[in-house]
């Protein structure tokens, strides 16, 4: 009996993937057929990602969870934008790097991954149209901004048109079983920063602590060294065939990193934005309230607000804010309009959907 009910349900799995195959394929052409329409036009539009993946969360009803309904169609809408035309994204190398999972995580495994040394690069790459977009950390919420970022950010042509937010699990890896006999643990410095308790209380105290240039890195000097381990997490522990001795050793259980997709478009409102801001006040008093007084007035909710010493002068800065909503929505405009006639500077970094979880 059991054997016979079990034959039953494959049979209506074929089935059903038979029907899911077709569909799929229905999709397909039709992405294929706006490719045609579009030309040589944008191929990819972070509003309209947005509201799919809002849309059937909404419609989803299980038992399949929201988030891996969100990653499902993350891919078929990879799958099919390549039919369209391949997109290359930039990112903070070597592969294996956290960067690297985010630029997947919003591009899809369809895109080509393009590692580039620094940031620095991964910026120069997309601004010589030798790529697509930039997938870039911005903040950490453990340790905050990455300034490097921040502060390409300020005079690059590039725009904000997407981000990208990625739960961050540090593993502790290794070539070789145990933790005797390590001597020292390669990671970013960052990463340090957020296992720094967890190694404090776990490995000796003369265990030394090598910052590198990212965790990709750590795991690749680790696996050839059995006295090294590195931080590093799940993507780079597989490319360099570690040994994974402890889980997700990140001091806050809530690790989160926040990245920036960055290219040459702009974007429409999709329901649910955000839009990010950089504003230098002049040194004076009433300098801070003057940015902030116009974005409260009309109603503007800031959800951002990290100062950067501008590099232009001895104690001056630079404000980068996010508020909600599209700088195309009139009251963000009528606050803007204002921060330019009082500001020494304004520059609208770029407005995009609001990261589908």
Known sequence: MSDELLKSHRNAIDSIDAEVLKLLNERAMHAHEIGVIKGEGV???PEREAQVLTRLKSLNQGPLPDEAIAKLFREIMSACLALERPLTIAYLGPAGTFSQSAAVKHFGHAACTQACA???????MVEARNADY?????E??????VGRTLDLMVNTSLKACGEVVLRIHQHLLRAVEGREGIQRVYSHAQSLAQCHEWLNK???????????ASNAEAARLASLDPSSAAIAGDAACERFNLLKLADSIEDEPNNT???LVLGYQDTVPSGRDKTSLVISAPNK???LHSVVEPLAR???SMTKFESRPSRTGLWEYLFFVDVEGHASEPALQAALQELRDVAAFVKVLGSYPVAVL
């Open 118 to 124: 620094s940031i620095d690069e991964a910026f120069r």
């Open 43 to 45: 191929v990819y539009r």
């Open 285 to 287: 008093p009433g300098a």
């Open 202 to 212: 776990n490995l000796p105290a003369d265990v030394e602590r090598v910052s590198v």
């Open 140 to 145: 950490n919420s453990t340790e905050g901004a």
């Open 298 to 300: 009309h109603g503007v």
């Open 257 to 259: 990193t926040r990245f």
């Open 134 to 138: 930039v997938v870039a950390p911005v």
